[in-house]
């Protein structure tokens, strides 16, 4: 069974760096074709793709957000990590991790973790 | 970036209604298209996958249609459970993108 989770900080002050990391289990991005992905959702608003890195540590990135993001991966401890930096207010979502695999898109969501960036 | 739009943006439905919501790509996508509900304060589900296969789990009255730059979910009766919010996303290239979503309440 494939699950992944999100964990943060829930606030951020304006131009701090926010850290975010999605633990996973099920699965191994070692494995030819697998992918983790960043989504968020602004409060009331649609989902936003944000990146995905695969397990050949390719790495995809929205271009609208690609100067603020870096994704990286540590396949021993089944974790990805999304740093976004100079957070704004607007920044303010649920952020979720997802897995990645072929034919499937995006098939299996972690619940997702809120943050407001506020002063 | 491929744009995708949705519509209606809202719909009013009753129990057994059947249920159409279309999804338009700026250009052609092949059947790189998924389908996700998502309720209040959850995550979304994928429902459809590759334009018209259904993920494993999901009930047969959900369907899927269409390749190129239209598309379309159906929901054949729908049941109390369905009223949710649907996405549609591309995955024929990056950067990856959904639709503005489709909210279906009861009518």
């Known amino acids: 069974q494939i699950t992944l989770k999100e964990s943060g900080p829930t606030l951020v002050k304006p131009t701090q760096t926010l850290t975010l990391t999605c633990t996973f289990s099920?699965?191994?991005?070692?494995?030819?074709?697998?992918?983790v992905g960043w989504i968020r959702q602004p409060p009331g608003k649609a989902l936003e793709w944000l990146a995905l890195i695969y397990w050949n540590d390719d790495k995809r990135y929205s271009p609208s957000l690609k100067s603020r993001l870096t994704i990286t991966k540590d396949t021993s401890k089944n974790q990805v990590v999304l740093t976004m930096t100079n957070m704004d207010p607007v920044d303010t979502a649920t952020y979720y991790c997802a897995h990645r695999y072929g034919d499937y898109g995006v098939d299996i969501w972690g619940q997702g973790t809120m943050v407001t960036v506020s002063s | 970036d491929i744009q995708m739009t949705q519509s209606p943006s809202t719909l009013s439905a009753s129990v057994g209604d059947r249920v159409t919501i279309t999804c338009r790509a700026s250009?052609?996508?092949?059947?790189?298209l998924a389908w996700y509900q998502q309720k209040p304060g959850k995550a979304p589900k994928l429902l459809i996958y590759?334009?018209?296969s259904l993920e494993s789990g999901v009930p047969s009255r959900f369907s899927g249609s269409g390749s190129g730059t239209e598309f379309t979910l159906t929901i054949s009766s729908l049941q109390p459970d369905d009223f949710a919010t649907y996405y549609c996303?591309?995955?024929?290239?990056?950067?990856?993108?959904f639709g503005q979503g489709t909210k279906v309440e009861i009518k």
């Open positions: 996303q591309q995955y024929n290239s990056y950067p990856l993108t």
């Open positions: 250009q052609s996508i092949s059947s790189w």
């Open positions: 099920g699965f191994s991005l070692s494995t030819s074709g697998v992918g």
């Open positions: 590759k334009a018209s």
